[in-house]
Structures are given as structure tokens and as C-alpha cells.
């Protein structure tokens, strides 16, 4: 009874809707932003239409997208599903008739995975599992145009949300980061290896943007290379320790929990993880879609305090504000 | 923004839907968690013929006989297929369930992120035949052959041939990618009266390892039109 009382509780509670607000705004503008390139290089026709039709795309199939039974594999279709994606990731990031076009969004996103599966990553997935936590999360409560419907206020009253979403949330990206470590079953990412792994990475043409440049073949790229695979693994495979440290934290022990806060170190490890694959692989929307979920690691009161000491011109303040805590 | 100090919301004491919202939540949670459990996706018995491959399971099978396991390379191939084959099949069944589930929303769970770097990378380089001979248009990394480079980096096209290098032989959807180049080729190079997709299989050498990078080998060439 006791441990079904504590998930009872862990689901329980409410909080202020800034980081799924932050969340939700971030991630729409890198989606968008991520259909957009389609536009100046005419990419809507090559990847929503089969081969037949002037795409890449499959002709025949088993059981083709739904979209294209409904409407046929032609250029209007393809125009017309590019164009619901680019509308519902606008409306999804100023926050307008929010649960809707989060729910359109990913079910569209949906129809052009099923249609260009070889052209969907894992990090497509990840958008649309956070689509769906968003569609429950109140994040149209601030930061947006229905705010501003409902308060006046584009930054909304700061009336409560449920707490369950960003938990949820956060458990997803733990589990995505220790499911990525644990599955790195190639030897260069262990001591036995010589931690290669990101050094061979860099040399991978297809996802490198550094392949073939001078610098990657010195002994010094080769041993930051290897000090990076092992922070990368190591980082990986403790991620879980987030869970306790969040737990330690509400339960005041150990105080170092509460004086150090390692779940930022934790935090500030993997932005830095995400930018160095921004700057050194081609990788696409992937560095920054991760990082639009960053908000979510700090807590509704944490950006409310940020967000005070800004306007206050306070920058000691932020640290201030974070420090103290959730 | 709402004051700083507005209070922590408290949970009430827990409600019938509560409850049943950690009902939901747990089954959400399970469902995920079974589709997220990292195991090893199913290695067919071809997979294992490819070089990284070979060398990741001979440098395996060193490793599991220094430890005391004693086992030859071929001999853990077999078991890897195996073992993986009914791993995949347990797995596949359980999730079976909720496939439709995940296919509508697009939603779902597999984050092997690099799992494994490919120690011999391959690069793309395309060709152009014309009457005149045959000259390069583009090449992976090579700014003076760019041609339709802004395409090929694309993340909607790049998968593609990033999943093609690992075989050795051009996948249908690889084949897809090369038609519709050969038609941009029409317009961009009308001259041209065929384009040979290349993809060298190149042979990085660790910088302290004092070996010179062996000459990169065509993995496979695709010709359009044939």
C-alpha cells in the first residue's frame, strides 16, 4: 500500500506552467524551423511523394500512409500535409488553440513518418512522444496567445497545471539517455576499445562535419576525442542517478544534494553534449529539438525566479534563483 | 509572470481520479518501458558478414575468452543471431499489442544513438558520364564537388545513403535517391548521359596507431540509367 501510495503521489500535485510553456514554445519554433528548410531548396514534393510522382519515396506498398488514401499521393496532397505541418508547429509555438495543434501536429508528423520512414529519426520520435505529454500539460497556460485570450497577458496568471506532464517528461529523456548508453555495445566506447567512439564518429562522412579536415587526424583531437567518449558513457549510463538526486532533494538528505544541486552538473553535461554535436555532426534539428526540453528540468517557481531576477536586472539573482531550488 | 514566491501547489490528499490517474500512468510507463528496455535488435546471419562487423565479433570473442568464456569467432556469431532472434521475437510480441497504437501517433521508444561507429565510414561521390568522359559532381567533405550538396546534407535525404553505407549492396529506397538525382542531373548537367553514385568504403587510422590510412574501396556503384 505504501509504494502504491507514493506513485499515487508522485502523479499527484500541481505546479506553475512556465517550463512546459518554454518547453512547448521551443520545440514548435524547432520544428518549424525544421519544415522551413524544406521551402528554399523545393523539398516538399522529393520527400512526401513516391517515386512515380517525382519523390523518393516508395510506389508500392503493404499498407501505404493513410494520408495518401484519403488524398491521394499527388503534389496537393503533399502540399497540403506540408503546409498542416507548418501551420500546426506555428500555432503549437505562440500557443494558439495549444492542445489541438499539439495534438494535429503530431498526428500529421505521424502521416509523414509512416510515408518516409528512412527519413524519420529517433529524435522525430522523441518530438512526437513530448507532443502528446504537451497535449496534457496545460502549456498553452503561459507564454502564449491563448494566455492572452484567457488573462490579457501573454505570460498568462500563472494559474497551476498539473504537475504529472514535466515528470513525465523528465522520466522520458532519463530513460532515453540510459537506454542510448546501455546500447552502445561497440567496443570503442569502452576502456577496451581505447574509447575511439567519437573519434571515429568525426571520420563517419555521411553525419561528420569535420571529416577529412586536418585537426581530426592529430594525437590531440584523438585524446579530447577519448576524454569525450568517456564522459559521453559515463554520463549516459548514470543519468538514472537524476531520479534519486530529485529525491534527495525533496527529502533534504543528504545536504550536499541540496547544496551542490548535481542534477545541474547532470544538466549542464548534456548541453554541452548537445552543442559539441551541433558544431561537430550534421545532425540536423537533433541538438536543438533536445535541447527545447531542457526547460523542463528546472521547476515552474526555478523560472519564475529567473524570471524576476532578469526583469530586476538581478544576473547574480538567476544563479540565486536556481540554487535555491525547486 | 506570476510572483516568485507563489506557494508550492501541495497535493491534496489523493482523489479517486488520482488514483486512477497512476493507473493510466503506470500502464503508459510499463508499455514504454517494455519498448524502451534496451535490447539487442535482431542480427541477421548477412549482417555478420559485413568487415565491422567481423571485427566486432572476432574482438568479442577475444575479449569473452580472455575472461574464461572460451568461444571462436564463428561460434559466437551463430549464438549472437540466435540469442537476438529470440530476444527480437519476445519483444515484438509484447509490444504487438499497441503497434497501431504507436504507427498512428508516430509515437514510440529506441534511442541506440551511435551505437555502434562504423570504423570503415563510407563516402558518397557521384559521377557524371558524359561524351567527353567522367567527371565529379559531388563528394562527401569535398567543397570543389558540392553539386547538390544542400540535398544530400539535408536530414530528410542524408539517412538515406548514411543507412545504405553499411551494406553491400544498394537498398531500393538508396536506388530511389540515385533515380531522382539522375533527374536533377538532366536539368543542372544536360550533357551528361549518366550518373554513377559511388560509395567508397574508407579506412580512418587512429592518429597514434603509426598506420597510414588504407586506399578507400568502392563498397558499391549505382548507375542511372543502367
Known amino acids: ?326 | 509572470m506570476s510572483p516568485s514566491d507563489a506557494p508550492t501547489a501541495v497535493p491534496d490528499a489523493p482523489s479517486a481520479w488520482a488514483h486512477w490517474r497512476a493507473i493510466i500512468l503506470g500502464f503508459v510507463v510499463l508499455v514504454h518501458g517494455i519498448r524502451v528496455a534496451p535490447l539487442p535488435h535482431k542480427v541477421h546471419a548477412h549482417e555478420l558478414k559485413d568487415p565491422v562487423a567481423k571485427e566486432e565479433v572476432a574482438r568479442w570473442s577475444e575479449r569473452l575468452t580472455s575472461l574464461g568464456y572460451t568461444i571462436g569467432p564463428k561460434e559466437l556469431g551463430e549464438r549472437v543471431v540466435e540469442v537476438t532472434d529470440g530476444i527480437s521475437s519476445t519483444h515484438r510480441g509484447l509490444t504487438a499489442p499497441f503497434r497501431p497504437w504507436f504507427r498512428w501517433t508516430g509515437t514510440g521508444q529506441g534511442w541506440a544513438l551511435f551505437a555502434n561507429p562504423d570504423t570503415h565510414p563510407s563516402r558518397l561521390r557521384i559521377d557524371g558520364v558524359g561524351p567527353d568522359g567522367k567527371r565529379v559532381l559531388f563528394q562527401s567533405g569535398d567543397p570543389e564537388h558540392a553539386w547538390l550538396l544542400p540535398y544530400l546534407k539535408h536530414r530528410r535525404l542524408r539517412p538515406i545513403f548514411d543507412a545504405a553505407a553499411v551494406r553491400r549492396r544498394p537498398s531500393a529506397s538508396y536506388r530511389r535517391l540515385v533515380d531522382w538525382i539522375w533527374t536533377r542531373a538532366q536539368v543542372d548537367h544536360p550533357d551528361l548521359i549518366r550518373i554513377e553514385a559511388v560509395l567508397l568504403a574508407t579506412h580512418p587510422a587512429l592518429p597514434d596507431s603509426g598506420k597510414t590510412p588504407r586506399r578507400p574501396h568502392v563498397r558499391h556503384t549505382t548507375k542511372v540509367p543502367k
Not at chain 1, 563517419?204 to 569535420?210: F, H, K
Not at chain 1, 536543438?288 to 531576477?309: H, K, N, Q, T, V
Request: aromatic share 16%.
Open chain 1, 1 to 326: 500500500m505504501r509504494v502504491w501510495h507514493r506513485w499515487v503521489q508522485v502523479w499527484n500535485g500541481q505546479e506553475l506552467p512556465w517550463p512546459m510553456a518554454l518547453v512547448r514554445l521551443l520545440l514548435g519554433a524547432a520544428m518549424l524551423f525544421d519544415f522551413l528548410t524544406f521551402l528554399p531548396l523545393g523539398m516538399v514534393e522529393v520527400v512526401m511523394l513516391p517515386a512515380d510522382q517525382g519523390g523518393v519515396l516508395p510506389s508500392e506498398w503493404k499498407v501505404p500512409p493513410p494520408w495518401w488514401d484519403w488524398f491521394g499521393a499527388t503534389p496537393a496532397s503533399a502540399w497540403g500535409l506540408y503546409i498542416g505541418l507548418l501551420a500546426s508547429s506555428f500555432l503549437v509555438m505562440i500557443g494558439c488553440f495549444t492542445r489541438t495543434a499539439v495534438v494535429v501536429l503530431m498526428l500529421l508528423s505521424a502521416q509523414f513518418a509512416w510515408m518516409h520512414g528512412a527519413g524519420d529519426r529517433g529524435i522525430d520520435t522523441m518530438m512526437r512522444n513530448v507532443l502528446m505529454i504537451l497535449a496534457f500539460s496545460g502549456a498553452g497556460r503561459g507564454l502564449s496567445v491563448d494566455a492572452w485570450w484567457r488573462t490579457g497577458s501573454l505570460w498568462g496568471d500563472g494559474a497551476f497545471v498539473p504537475s504529472w506532464p514535466r515528470r513525465l517528461l523528465l522520466l522520458q529523456l532519463v530513460a532515453m539517455y540510459f537506454a542510448a548508453g546501455v546500447s552502445k555495445y561497440a567496443q570503442q566506447w569502452w576502456p577496451w576499445g581505447g574509447y575511439t567512439a567519437l573519434w571515429f564518429i568525426w571520420n563517419d562522412w555521411p553525419v561528420s562535419a569535420v571529416a577529412g579536415q586536418a585537426w581530426v587526424d592529430t594525437t590531440a583531437a584523438l585524446r579530447f576525442s577519448q576524454f569525450a567518449t568517456f564522459i559521453t558513457i559515463l554520463w549516459e549510463l548514470t543519468f538514472p542517478a537524476m531520479l534519486w538526486m530529485w529525491w534527495a532533494w525533496r527529502r533534504g538528505r543528504p545536504a550536499w544534494v541540496r547544496r551542490l544541486r548535481p542534477d545541474l552538473v547532470y544538466v549542464a553535461l548534456g548541453a554541452i553534449f548537445h552543442l559539441g554535436i551541433a558544431v561537430w555532426l550534421q545532425l540536423g534539428i537533433f541538438p536543438w529539438a533536445m535541447l527545447a526540453l531542457y526547460p523542463a528540468f528546472l521547476s515552474g517557481r526555478e523560472w519564475a525566479r529567473i524570471a524576476d531576477a532578469i526583469r530586476s536586472k538581478n544576473l547574480r539573482g538567476v544563479v540565486e534563483a536556481v540554487r535555491i531550488g525547486p
